[in-house]
């Protein structure tokens, strides 16, 4: 398929414009920054900084009285890193509200029993009242701290999350942490990630890295054998399964997984992490901040990696294969080789039914830029992506992937992305659930692109296939033609987009 970029660039810059045009002067200026058309491939690769670079400003806090999709530091704690990790009691400490909507939201599939080994679906709050704002919260935490021994004696560890009030009374949490973990002979973790704290949850995932480093390293003692083939997973929350699928191709080509962080992940993963030989990062958002520690202290390399997708499988196999030696090469070229034909397979299937579909993406995290090349494996085209809590080095990543012309968006509003797509008529959104219902009401197909909508695994191979199915059930469902009262038929095309976008709209292989 053949396209104008140029095309493509300048209608996108257009689209900005307008979008801007509705705004008040002060606010247009400031929104301006975050929004752009990339560069794309050709430009990025003359240096990091030739993507977009510095006009899409990011991590800068969002508009008051503009709507933001954004969570908070505790969310970024609590329901991010620490929440999956199945054999310890996370506490939301504060008010019900935080600990209700953070609680088994996310999918983090575990082994366990849940309430006797395993507590990831569970809630537990210390539900501040009214006069635990005035007294002080610190007795009733260790009250609840007492009572969670009492009710669930096989966990491996408490985590306390602090929400927006106890930074603003100054419970001392670690106090209580010191005082209980000494009396159990547990460990106890302190974080202090009070929601108000940075301007996205992006500040919690760094929150939570640094009380892993803080009250988690070198405070036991640790009796594991290491091995020459030890890896850790960062960053793979096991959204529907998705670190069991990347856990079998690691072990395909014999490496020995010692620790996944944080999905279906226990506190002795956590505590021998530092006896790994490699540290694999998925989502390097939310835990570039432990690997770098780890490789200040502990001499640890680390690596990124990419399980969506053949393409980026295939890459990441081969880059993690290298630093291990010509046995494991071998072992991954193997590998890439056996699952030729079921990549063959689903290709041959779903390819002829959804090339030349266009895409528009906005999710936080890595999945942005890392699904791009898995909807290029099927001839997709991914017209506009953007970021909820992205900082500048996941734009000049993402610079690495996106063609010329795509529209980039940084914590964009809830305006913006609803006349983005109007503008752009995407063939598939693939968003939060926030975004699912009124695009759907737009007429245009959606996926929850941060928690597969009910689906998965997404990565490895098998993942693929998945994923492949799951985007052809939502692009080609036949209810998007019984879409609109049956007077309503015939609509005309949208003005004002490049004639390249009229066939792309309406292209079938």
């Known amino acids: 398929m053949s396209l104008d970029y140029e095309n493509d660039s300048a209608f996108h810059t257009r689209i900005i414009d307008d979008v801007l045009s509705q705004y008040p002067e002060k606010a247009a200026k400031r929104r301006k920054k975050h929004l752009g058309v990339a560069k794309g491939k050709d430009e990025a690769e003359k240096g990091p900084d030739a993507f977009c670079q510095p006009e899409v400003k990011s991590n800068i806090k969002s508009n008051p009285g503009v709507m933001t999709v954004r969570g908070c530091a505790y969310a970024g704690s609590k329901g991010v890193v ?19 909507y953070s609680w088994s939201q996310r999918r983090n599939y575990y082994v366990g029993l849940t309430g006797v080994d395993a507590f990831v679906t569970m809630q537990f709050t210390s539900d501040f009242q009214e006069r635990d ?10 009250k609840l701290i007492d009572e969670v021994e009492k009710l ?23 106090a209580v942490a010191r005082k209980k973990a000494k009396e159990y002979d547990k460990t106890i973790v302190p974080v202090r990630c009070e929601g108000f ?11 939570a890295n640094d009380a892993i480093r803080d009250w988690v390293f070198d405070k036991r003692d640790i009796h594991f054998e290491q091995g020459p083939n030890d890896v850790n997973v960062i960053g793979d929350y096991n959204i529907g399964g998705d670190a069991w699928a990347s856990r079998i191709l ?42 770098r520690h780890m490789e200040e202290k ?30 494991t090469q071998e072992k991954a070229e193997a590998l ?44 997709m085209e991914i017209v506009g992506t953007g970021y909820e809590f992205g900082h500048g080095d996941d734009y000049q990543r993402t610079g690495q992937h996106v063609k010329k012309g ?30 699912k219902y009124p695009v759907q009401k737009m007429g245009i197909p959606f996926r929850q692109m941060h928690s597969w909508d009910y689906s998965g695994p997404y990565h490895g191979y098998d993942g693929f296939a998945i994923f492949a199915r799951d985007m052809d059930l939502a692009i080609n469902n036949p209810v998007w033609g019984l879409y609109g009262a049956p007077w309503k038929k015939s609509t005309a095309p949208m003005t004002g987009l490049p004639a390249t976008a009229d066939k792309k709209a309406n292209h079938l292989c």
Not at 159 to 167: D, F, M, V
Not at 197 to 207: A, D, E, K, M, T
Not at 255 to 267: E, F, I, K, P, Q
């Open 298 to 327: 502990y001499g640890i390399p680390w690596m990124e990696y990419n399980f969506f997708g053949p393409s980026q499988i295939e890459d990441s196999l081969r880059n993690i294969a290298a630093f291990f030696g010509p046995e």
């Open 133 to 142: 704002i005035v007294f002080g919260g610190d007795k009733k935490l260790e």
């Open 406 to 435: 795509t529209l980039i968006y940084d914590d964009v509003t809830g305006y913006e992305l609803e006349k983005f797509i109007e503008a752009i008529r995407p063939d598939l959104v693939g968003s939060g659930i926030k975004e």
């Open 82 to 100: 620490w929440g999956p990790i199945k054999d310890m009691v996370h506490i939301s400490h504060g008010p019900v509200g935080c600990g209700q």
């Open 197 to 207: 704290r940075g301007v996205s949850q992006s500040l919690g995932h760094h929150i």
């Open 152 to 174: 669930f004696p096989l966990n491996n560890g408490i985590s306390l999350q602090s929400e927006c009030p106890i930074g603003l009374i100054g419970d001392d949490i670690e």
């Open 250 to 291: 690691l072990q395909d080509i014999g490496l020995r997984v010692v620790g996944n962080w944080s999905g279906d992940a226990t506190l002795a993963e956590l505590e021998r992490a530092p006896k790994a030989r490699l540290n694999l990062i998925h989502c390097y958002r939310s835990m570039n901040y432990i690997s």
């Open 336 to 379: 890439i080789q056996r699952y030729q034909p079921l990549v063959q397979a689903v290709t041959k299937k779903y390819l002829p039914r959804l090339y030349g579909k266009r895409v528009m993406l906005y999710v936080g995290g890595l999945r942005p830029r890392h699904v791009i090349t898995a909807y290029e494996d099927l001839g």
